[in-house]
């Protein structure tokens, strides 16, 4: 009798192991599958006041743009993500407005960031004084790569963040008592 209740047992943990574990991988996201659209790499060296934009088109929110910049040589730059119409201010010299994801001053930065809504969006490399970085009269080189992915990761920070975190305690919460009652032997 003693080796049924034992196999019985254990068949229970094995169980309540196996829901608690379906629980927990439920509150992880899956990998959206991003499709690569366009890409953009090179170096580009800016001299004083100078800089380099590159206009992407998207027609839905359903976009995620990478981008990744590092100064080989010179002072800091401004990274900005511009709609169409704060990059006509930027170019006329007016004060300059910008997406938030915008990096400023900074030798290097990797972003991801989901266009709000469809249209016309510029990724400027900016060697001028019009942000926080101030070039002092010297030339800069940087490395960039640019790619525009259809698709949102879940995961993005710059996309509303991922929920599914927060349920992870839930699931802890609930699957430990669980796990408890079967050990007793209340459950099953």
């Known amino acids: 009798m003693k ?31 991003l499709e690569q659209v366009s890409h953009e790499s090179g170096t580009e060296n800016l001299n004083a006041g100078d800089y380099v934009a590159w206009p992407v088109t998207v027609d839905s929110s359903n976009y995620t743009l990478s981008i990744v910049v590092k100064v080989v040589s010179g002072p800091s730059i401004d990274v900005f ?10 170019k006329n010299g007016n004060s300059v407005a910008y997406q938030d994801s915008s990096k400023l001053n900074v030798n290097s930065a990797s972003l991801k960031w989901v266009p709000p809504n469809a249209g016309t969006y510029y990724v400027v490399i900016d060697n001028s004084a019009a942000g926080s970085a101030q070039p002092s009269g010297s030339s800069v080189s940087v490395n960039y790569n640019i790619t525009l992915y259809k698709g949102v990761e879940s995961s993005s920070s710059d996309s509303g963040g991922n929920t599914s975190v927060c349920l992870i305690p839930l699931v802890i919460l ?15």
Do not use: D, W
């Open 81 to 90: 993500i511009f709609t169409e119409n704060q990059f006509q201010n930027y």
């Open 174 to 188: 609930l699957g430990i008592p669980m796990i408890a009652l079967v050990v007793k032997g209340n459950v099953f």
């Open 3 to 33: 080796n049924k209740n034992t196999l019985k047992n254990a068949a229970a943990i094995f169980a309540a192991i196996a829901i608690f574990g379906v629980l927990l991988a439920a509150t992880f996201p899956t990998a959206s599958a």
